[in-house]
């Protein structure tokens, strides 16, 4: 089986390449070697390629300055992801293509219940309109697909787009004796990209049914509670205050609750249980 790694350096792609299968073929291209948003060279490099499988973790992540570059973000995921579809079309090949919770509009949280598979999207700001484009198109285009939507990961790499990770941040902040301000009226499903990693190629290996999948680290917390996580498993003190959202004016709206959870069958341990393995992870490194 012979694998495309899209984005192979960024933070989900990483742990992708490391926890590949070691039977199967998996060629990992950067976006020197393959960039999404040119039709001609998606088309020329994975036609010359012939992979069985696309695995896509290219994205436009910066969700404020999507508000004022609409065309950036929709370029790569909207525009990218049909230039993909058009290709996997072309070679029979099954997309495995990400998005994200910013598909939805945190009016779930009147339940206090996780958003599921079976929850229509509805963003709130232009990032994750975007994203839902791609995720529309991916269904209309295709249907061998797994589309996999993961939220608020971390990992060894860090995100490139962002420029590390919220751990990463923390743990600079903390130990140059900073005082935190962390949002406590903000719920997701923080998620470590390894657990991710292995269950994407879980989904492929096993063969589960083509679909939309939630792809997440068990339970949720408001950013303040992984914060104090993240200083625990550190073995860190700091003072940290909890803050609403509005003490860090965006000029994107999110959602103030977009836990995820599967309906499907998946099952990965718990943030806690996650963050504190990636804790001990990087302090051995």
Same mark, same amino acid.
């Given at each position: ?14 742990? !992708? ?8 073929? &998996? ?6 070697? !393959?960039?999404?948003?040119? @039709? ?7 036609? #010359? ?13 910066? &969700? ?10 929709? =370029?790569? +995921? /909207?525009?990218?992801?049909? +230039? ?11 997309? &495995? ?16 219940? *996780?958003?599921?598979?079976?929850? *229509? $999207?509805?963003?709130? +700001? ?13 269904? +209309? ?7 996999? @939507?993961?939220? #608020? ?78 200083? @625990?498993? =550190? ?13 860090? $004016? /965006? ?7 977009? $836990?995820? /959870?599967? &309906?499907?069958?998946? @099952? ?18």
């Amino acid at each position: 089986m012979r694998v495309a790694l899209l984005g192979a350096k960024g933070q989900l792609g990483t742990d !992708l390449w490391l926890t590949r299968p070691s039977a199967w073929e &998996v060629v990992p291209l950067g976006r020197s070697e !393959l960039d999404v948003t040119s @039709r001609s060279q998606v088309l020329e490099v994975l036609g #010359s390629l012939k992979p069985q499988i696309i695995l896509n973790t290219t994205a436009y992540v910066k &969700v404020d300055a999507a508000e004022e570059n609409p065309e950036e973000a929709f =370029a790569v +995921n /909207a525009a990218g992801v049909k +230039n993909l579809a058009d290709a996997a079309c072309d070679l029979g090949a099954i997309l &495995v293509h990400f998005s994200t919770d910013y598909v939805f509009d945190g009016a779930k949280g009147r339940q206090r219940t *996780p958003y599921t598979e079976e929850d *229509p $999207p509805r963003p709130l +700001n232009l990032y994750g309109l975007s994203k839902y484009a791609g995720e529309l198109i991916v269904q +209309n285009y295709l249907s061998r697909y797994y589309l996999v @939507r993961v939220a #608020s990961l971390y990992g060894r790499a860090g995100a490139r787009g962002k420029g590390g990770n919220f751990v990463y941040t923390i743990l600079k902040k903390a130990r140059a004796g900073e005082k935190l301000k962390v949002v406590n009226d903000i719920y997701m499903s923080p998620t470590y990209t390894l657990d991710a990693a292995r269950q994407v190629w879980r989904l492929l290996l096993e063969g589960y049914p083509f679909g939309t999948y939630h792809v997440t680290n068990a339970g949720y917390c408001t950013w303040y509670e992984f914060a104090i996580h993240i200083l @625990r498993y =550190a073995g860190l003190e700091a003072e940290i205050e909890p803050v609403k959202h509005t003490a860090f $004016p /965006a000029k994107a709206r999110r959602p103030g609750w977009s $836990p995820l /959870a599967s &309906v499907k069958g998946l @099952r990965l341990r718990s943030w806690q249980e996650a963050l504190k393995d990636f804790m001990t992870q990087i302090q051995h490194a």
